[in-house]
Protein backbone atom coordinates (compact mmCIF):
# COMPACT_ATOMS: atom_id res chain seq x y z
CA UNK A 1 0.00 0.00 0.00
CA UNK A 2 1.18 3.50 -0.75
CA UNK A 3 1.30 5.76 1.40
CA UNK A 4 2.55 9.77 2.91
CA UNK A 5 2.42 9.94 6.24
CA UNK A 6 2.89 13.84 7.63
CA UNK A 7 4.12 14.15 11.56
CA UNK A 8 5.33 16.93 12.96
CA UNK A 9 2.42 19.47 13.43
CA UNK A 10 0.76 20.56 16.36
CA UNK A 11 0.25 24.20 18.20
CA UNK A 12 2.73 27.06 18.21
CA UNK A 13 3.69 30.73 19.05
CA UNK A 14 4.52 33.54 16.66
CA UNK A 15 7.56 33.32 15.93
CA UNK A 16 8.13 29.77 16.58
CA UNK A 17 9.42 26.65 14.57
CA UNK A 18 8.10 23.39 13.29
CA UNK A 19 9.48 20.81 11.15
CA UNK A 20 7.12 18.23 9.88
CA UNK A 21 8.57 15.03 8.25
CA UNK A 22 6.37 13.12 5.53
CA UNK A 23 7.43 9.73 5.55
CA UNK A 24 6.92 7.72 2.40
CA UNK A 25 6.00 3.59 2.27
CA UNK A 26 5.07 1.44 -0.51
CA UNK A 27 7.16 2.78 -3.23
CA UNK A 28 10.39 4.56 -3.78
CA UNK A 29 9.70 8.58 -4.11
CA UNK A 30 12.92 8.98 -4.80
CA UNK A 31 12.68 10.08 -8.41
CA UNK A 32 9.29 11.60 -7.70
CA UNK A 33 8.86 15.77 -7.69
CA UNK A 34 7.37 16.37 -4.29
CA UNK A 35 5.21 19.16 -2.82
CA UNK A 36 3.66 20.53 0.30
CA UNK A 37 0.52 21.87 0.21
CA UNK A 38 -1.77 23.70 2.87
CA UNK A 39 -5.37 24.53 3.58
CA UNK A 40 -7.19 26.44 5.80
CA UNK A 41 -11.12 26.70 6.55
CA UNK A 42 -12.97 28.09 3.81
CA UNK A 43 -10.01 28.31 1.27
CA UNK A 44 -8.55 26.25 -1.97
CA UNK A 45 -5.36 24.09 -1.13
CA UNK A 46 -2.29 26.29 -1.78
CA UNK A 47 1.28 25.15 -3.13
CA UNK A 48 3.48 25.96 -0.15
CA UNK A 49 6.91 24.33 -1.33
CA UNK A 50 8.12 22.28 -3.92
CA UNK A 51 11.54 19.92 -4.59
CA UNK A 52 13.12 17.83 -7.82
CA UNK A 53 14.15 14.60 -6.81
CA UNK A 54 17.72 15.78 -6.83
CA UNK A 55 16.59 18.02 -4.19
CA UNK A 56 19.08 20.99 -6.50
CA UNK A 57 16.13 22.67 -7.53
CA UNK A 58 13.11 24.56 -4.58
CA UNK A 59 10.14 26.34 -4.93
CA UNK A 60 8.15 28.33 -2.53
CA UNK A 61 5.27 30.02 -1.87
CA UNK A 62 6.35 34.31 -1.55
CA UNK A 63 4.99 34.76 1.47
CA UNK A 64 7.24 31.67 2.77
CA UNK A 65 10.23 32.33 1.19
CA UNK A 66 12.96 32.99 4.03
CA UNK A 67 10.84 31.04 6.30
CA UNK A 68 10.15 27.60 5.17
CA UNK A 69 12.75 25.17 4.08
CA UNK A 70 11.91 22.20 2.48
CA UNK A 71 14.78 19.52 2.17
CA UNK A 72 14.29 15.59 1.06
CA UNK A 73 16.61 12.43 2.15
CA UNK A 74 16.08 10.06 -0.59
CA UNK A 75 17.50 6.99 1.26
CA UNK A 76 14.89 7.46 3.81
CA UNK A 77 11.98 8.47 1.59
CA UNK A 78 11.39 11.01 3.42
CA UNK A 79 10.73 15.11 2.60
CA UNK A 80 10.85 17.87 5.00
CA UNK A 81 9.43 21.22 5.70
CA UNK A 82 11.31 23.49 8.35
CA UNK A 83 8.75 26.21 9.21
CA UNK A 84 10.37 29.02 10.91
CA UNK A 85 9.04 33.12 12.24
CA UNK A 86 5.64 31.29 11.93
CA UNK A 87 2.87 33.47 11.23
CA UNK A 88 -0.58 33.88 12.47
CA UNK A 89 -1.74 33.11 8.62
CA UNK A 90 0.39 29.96 8.38
CA UNK A 91 -2.20 28.57 10.08
CA UNK A 92 -3.77 25.49 8.31
CA UNK A 93 -3.82 21.38 7.53
CA UNK A 94 0.18 20.95 5.78
CA UNK A 95 -0.49 18.30 3.11
CA UNK A 96 2.44 16.68 1.41
CA UNK A 97 2.11 15.54 -2.10
CA UNK A 98 4.53 13.03 -4.79
CA UNK A 99 4.29 13.88 -8.63
CA UNK A 100 5.58 10.71 -10.24
CA UNK A 101 5.69 12.27 -13.27
CA UNK A 102 8.03 14.89 -12.74
CA UNK A 103 11.55 14.68 -11.73
CA UNK A 104 12.68 17.85 -12.75
CA UNK A 105 10.27 20.09 -12.68
CA UNK A 106 7.67 20.84 -9.18
CA UNK A 107 4.28 21.65 -10.34
CA UNK A 108 2.43 24.46 -8.42
CA UNK A 109 -0.84 22.91 -9.07
CA UNK A 110 -2.19 20.30 -6.39
CA UNK A 111 -4.22 18.22 -9.57
CA UNK A 112 -0.81 17.30 -10.81
CA UNK A 113 0.21 15.34 -7.56
CA UNK A 114 -0.70 11.72 -7.51
CA UNK A 115 0.13 11.10 -4.28
CA UNK A 116 -1.35 12.62 -0.51
CA UNK A 117 -0.82 12.22 2.66
CA UNK A 118 -3.62 12.56 5.38
CA UNK A 119 -2.73 16.01 6.63
CA UNK A 120 -0.87 17.42 10.13
CA UNK A 121 -2.64 20.53 11.48
CA UNK A 122 -0.45 23.60 11.96
CA UNK A 123 -2.30 25.82 14.24
CA UNK A 124 -0.12 29.30 15.17
CA UNK A 125 -1.24 31.31 18.36
CA UNK A 126 -1.15 35.48 18.53
Known amino acids: QVQLVESGGGLVQVGGSLRLSCAASGRTFSRDAMGWFRQSPGKDREFVAG????????YYKNSVKGRFTISRDNAKNTVYLQMNSLKPEDTAVYYCAADSRSTTVVPLISGEYDYWGQGTQVTVSS
Open 51 to 58: ITWSGWRT
